[in-house]
């Protein structure tokens, strides 16, 4: 599918092929730009005790539940090949009117590449209701296939607060069914997700997903948190739809975390990943809603 001019075209050709199966649609950009393991990232978007910065990604509404500031950077090398490599940044604020946030993903090498970026938001309208919504910018570049194309839309959250140790939450993403600008008869894919998360300790949190998208199969996210020390934690699951696994391990120091994490899928093989996460300011402390 990918033909490049230069001395060694092998590399670039095996590259394109693989980076064919992901792009074969422009229709696939949201799944994409989602690292491998991405469920290993967005564990604690429905977790008490397990919610970060970078897990907000999942479910914006769950920007609500942050209790400070941050920053997070995180780049895998996907299947361990080059030119197949993803970037992305995650931050959040809070502020007296609600916490915003921003995201930022950038996927593939110069002839074929992906990027997105996404401004959120979310707030806590009671103890047990946070809502959110996300604006998503899309871009392809696929140098003599589509060339530039790109799609703007959007997607609304809620996470609910069901017990001490309960949280639930849904996230639709593409209600409004956009198209890229170079064509009306590709889009993005709808994609609803619904997902429950059970802190069972101050040690341990599990968590699970349904998520449909547009032409594909459901897929079920399961996974785990669990405390080995105080400042160190292993985290581990699977994804049903493409029967891949993922783990790693997580330090954190004060307010700076890194993790060591990998997926791995039975075809393709590993993908080795690195996470880094600050947190800035201030614990925001809990207080009742004063909202009507």
Not at 74 to 80: K, N, W
Not at 100 to 115: K, L
Request: charged share 15%; proline share 3%.
């Amino acid at each position: 599918m990918f033909y490049f001019h230069g001395q060694n075209k092998t590399p670039v050709r095996i590259t394109g092929l693989i980076f064919g199966i992901f792009c074969v649609s422009i229709l696939s950009a949201q799944t994409t730009l989602q690292p491998i393991g991405a469920r290993y990232l967005t564990l604690g978007a429905y977790s008490q005790k397990g919610l970060d910065v970078y897990a907000t990604r999942s479910n914006s509404a769950s920007l609500a539940g942050l209790k400070q500031s941050g920053i997070s950077a995180y780049a895998e090398r996907r299947f361990g090949l080059d030119n197949m490599n993803l970037y992305t940044f995650s931050g959040a604020l809070i502020t007296k009117s609600g916490t915003f946030g921003v995201n930022a993903s950038y996927f593939g090498f110069d002839q074929s590449n992906q990027s997105q970026m996404t401004l959120g938001y979310g707030r806590k309208i009671s103890e047990t209701i946070e809502v959110g919504g996300s604006f998503h910018y899309h871009n392809i570049s696929q140098a003599g296939i589509y060339g530039n194309s790109s799609a703007i839309t959007g997607s609304a959250s809620l996470r609910m607060k069901l017990s001490d140790k309960i949280t639930a939450g849904l996230n639709v993403f593409n209600p409004v069914r956009a198209t890229w600008s170079k064509t009306t008869d590709e889009r993005l894919p709808v994609r609803y997700t619904i997902g429950m998360g059970y802190d069972a300790s101050d040690k341990f949190f599990i968590t699970t997903e349904l998520e449909k998208e547009e032409g594909q199969d459901l897929n079920v996210n399961l996974g785990f948190q669990y405390n080995i020390l105080s400042q160190l934690f292993f985290r581990g699951g699977i994804s049903t739809q493409t029967s891949n696994y993922f783990g790693g391990i997580g330090l954190n120091l004060k307010d700076f975390r890194i993790d060591i994490a990998t997926s791995y899928h039975p075809q393709l093989g590993l993908t080795p990943g690195v996470l880094m996460l600050l947190n800035l300011g201030k614990q925001k402390e809990d207080k009742p809603n004063q909202n009507p």
